[in-house]
């Protein structure tokens, strides 16, 4: 199944019938339809767009969750992250999967309490309904981690080492609008600590090392111009969150400015 906004999402290659699903923007809200369009499964798997995963991820996942019926949600062995440095090309990632294919880890694990959102898989039944929040849209930052928490309340995570992902982290222009990402990077946080999700040790951790970045590096330097869109959200948001307006949805109010990167 492949969430989509609209036609211009669309890999080249043509999908299997029946795989395609056009929803409306946002990552969480894309999840939650795909969940709607298979109530049946017994296992669900979300994968980035910009993820490669490696042959026998799925085979591995599935041994481990039947020799582990305590852990009701896993992650992978992530080779290398675009995400966190610059973008991994598609043939790098590949050669990535193979090398790692000679060294196999035999179902080694341990105990996690995160799920990276751009791999990981997890038991509908054991989870008892629970949804990715709609109330995240766009970039629905930090719904992995949102979902990682509520998903601990009804057994273990785990990241699974023969469970193998190269994400590549692609920036291409029309995905990153900065001074939105800077308003979701305060005010999601702070939401999810504000609805009992995140502890507020987590939210203050997952916030006040990005908004000093953001300070930092706006001041001088190639990445200068938009970090201080980046900075200009965060304190949008700030203002938000000391008036107690806990609203994640006012990044749509945000104009958007062209991509910097």
């Known amino acids: 199944m492949v969430s989509v906004p609209d036609a211009s999402s669309l890999p080249d290659r043509p999908l299997p019938s029946g795989t395609l699903l056009v929803h409306d923007r946002g990552l969480a809200a894309q999840r939650n339809a795909g969940l709607d369009a298979v ?16 042959e026998d991820f799925l085979e591995q996942a599935m041994t481990f969750f039947d020799r582990h019926p305590e852990v009701v949600a896993l992650t992978g062995r992530v080779l290398l992250d675009g995400a966190a440095s610059e973008a991994v090309p598609r043939a790098e990632a590949e050669r990535a999967l193979a ?9 080694q694990w341990v105990v996690s309490r995160e799920l990276y959102g751009c791999n990981f898989a997890f038991r509908p039944v054991a989870l008892h309904g629970e949804r990715f929040d709609g109330r995240l849209p766009l970039y629905s930052w930090l719904e992995d981690h949102d979902f990682a928490r509520r998903a601990m309340r009804h057994g273990s995570l ?4 023969d469970c ?7 920036k291409s222009g029309g995905r990153m609008a900065h001074e939105r990402l800077g ?23 997952e916030t006040w090392p990005r908004v000093a970045k953001n300070l930092a590096r706006s001041l001088v330097g190639r990445e200068a111009t938009w970090r201080r869109e980046r900075l200009r959200g965060n304190l949008r948001a700030g203002g938000d969150v000391l008036r107690r307006r806990f609203t994640p949805e006012r990044i749509l109010e945000i104009p ?5 990167d």
Not at 158 to 161: F, I
Not at 164 to 170: A, L, N, P, S, Y
Not at 256 to 260: E, H, N, S
């Open 164 to 170: 193998v992902v190269v994400h590549r982290g692609v």
């Open 39 to 54: 109530p049946e499964a017994t296992h669900v798997f979300c994968f980035d767009d910009d993820a490669v995963v490696r």
């Open 256 to 260: 958007v400015l062209a991509d910097r």
């Open 183 to 205: 308003y979701s990077q305060v005010m999601n946080p702070a939401y999810l600590h504000h609805v009992g999700s995140f502890p507020f040790g987590l939210a203050v951790r």
């Open 99 to 107: 090398r790692s294919m000679s060294d196999p880890l035999e179902q």
């Open 158 to 161: 785990a990241k699974v080492m």
